[in-house]
């Protein structure tokens, strides 16, 4: 079944050339990416975050960490600014500021995850949605650090979040969306349901779903073949993803699937 909104992309062939032929040349036009995450126990996505957008010619980076990592951080990671920690190794609600300062530098912030569960940092994360009118991709654990305030987030315009197929159906049944989400159901079924999703808030949602990712904004929805899950709950598709979105803010959907063939 086929649907006009709904646009297959090949694993070879872009939909959008012309959105990787204008990708800028010059660093100083090339946007600058503020990225967010990590806890005491671990920062892998951020790492993983930083090099992917370093590759893909990010034009300056900024990363804000729990300060409980400053002695730990590898030497590759450059840029850092550090805030607050609270007891649980995470953020804590005074980091606010640093939050803040961190946006007012940047053209869009990447909430990559590594985020621990302290409810602390849930209430810092929901303020800085909140308050923060730019550009966000959000991904990995810090989607689940919204789920008390889920409205906050798909009623959100400039939002992109990377999301696992459970955190999906969570995200649905929270704003209770009057669509059951299950891992059985037919990709033309899904892509349905993100297309009426996307008509009623201005989230902009990427899916996995049976080896083919899923991604829609105000309705319309692109699919495309997809082999390697891991790059996605590693935070890599999210960081390209949002590098490509810094140079096309307008056309969230296709810097999207371009980003993904680059990825």
Same mark, same amino acid.
């Given at each position: 079944?086929?649907?006009?909104?709904?646009?297959?992309?090949?694993?070879?062939?872009?939909?959008?050339?012309?959105?990787?032929?204008?990708?800028?040349?010059?660093?100083?036009?090339?946007?600058?990416?503020?990225?967010?995450?990590?806890?005491?126990?671990?920062?892998?996505?951020?790492?993983?975050?930083?090099?992917?957008?370093?590759?893909?010619?990010?034009?300056?980076?900024?990363?804000?960490?729990?300060?409980? =990592?400053?002695?730990?951080? %590898?030497? #590759? !990671?450059?840029?850092?600014? &550090? *805030?607050?920690?609270?007891?649980?190794?995470?953020?804590?609600?005074?980091?606010?500021?640093?939050?803040?300062?961190?946006?007012?530098?940047?053209?869009?912030?990447?909430?990559?995850?590594?985020?621990?569960?302290?409810?602390?940092?849930?209430?810092?994360?929901?303020?800085?949605?909140?308050?923060?009118?730019?550009?966000?991709?959000?991904?990995?654990?810090?989607?689940?650090?919204?789920?008390?305030?889920?409205? =906050?987030?798909?009623?959100? %315009?400039? #939002? !992109?979040?990377?999301?696992? &197929? *459970?955190?999906l159906q969570k995200l649905f049944q929270a704003v209770y969306y009057p669509k059951v989400l299950t891992f059985s159901m037919q990709l033309s079924?899904?892509?349905?349901?993100?297309?009426?999703?996307?008509?009623?808030?201005?989230?902009?949602?990427?899916?996995?779903?049976?080896?083919?990712?899923?991604?829609?904004?105000?309705?319309?929805?692109?699919?495309?073949?997809?082999?390697?899950?891991?790059?996605?709950?590693?935070?890599?598709?999210?960081?390209?993803?949002?590098?490509?979105?810094?140079?096309?803010?307008?056309?969230?959907?296709?810097?999207?699937?371009?980003a993904v063939m680059s990825e």
């Amino acid at each position: 079944m086929d649907f006009d909104y709904w646009k297959k992309q090949s694993p070879t062939e872009p939909l959008y050339p012309n959105i990787a032929w204008s990708k800028p040349e010059q660093r100083s036009l090339a946007g600058k990416l503020g990225i967010v995450g990590g806890n005491k126990l671990g920062f892998a996505g951020v790492a993983e975050a930083y090099t992917v957008a370093q590759k893909a010619g990010v034009g300056e980076m900024r990363v804000l960490l729990p300060d409980i =990592l400053s002695k730990t951080l %590898p030497k #590759t !990671i450059t840029d850092t600014r &550090f *805030a607050p920690t609270n007891p649980s190794g995470s953020l804590s609600k005074d980091a606010g500021a640093e939050m803040a300062a961190l946006s007012a530098w940047a053209s869009g912030v990447l909430m990559v995850g590594d985020a621990g569960r302290s409810s602390e940092t849930a209430i810092l994360y929901e303020q800085f949605i909140s308050d923060y009118k730019g550009p966000i991709v959000i991904t990995r654990d810090a989607v689940d650090l919204i789920k008390n305030s889920p409205n =906050l987030l798909v009623e959100r %315009p400039q #939002t !992109i979040a990377v999301v696992a &197929f *459970a955190q999906l159906q969570k995200l649905f049944q929270a704003v209770y969306y009057p669509k059951v989400l299950t891992f059985s159901m037919q990709l033309s079924n899904l892509v349905e349901a993100v297309h009426k999703f996307t008509i009623t808030y201005p989230i902009t949602l990427v899916v996995l779903h049976k080896e083919t990712l899923v991604m829609a904004h105000d309705g319309q929805v692109i699919t495309t073949p997809w082999g390697n899950p891991m790059s996605i709950w590693r935070g890599s598709v999210a960081a390209q993803i949002a590098c490509y979105w810094l140079w096309n803010q307008k056309q969230p959907l296709q810097a999207i699937a371009t980003a993904v063939m680059s990825e």
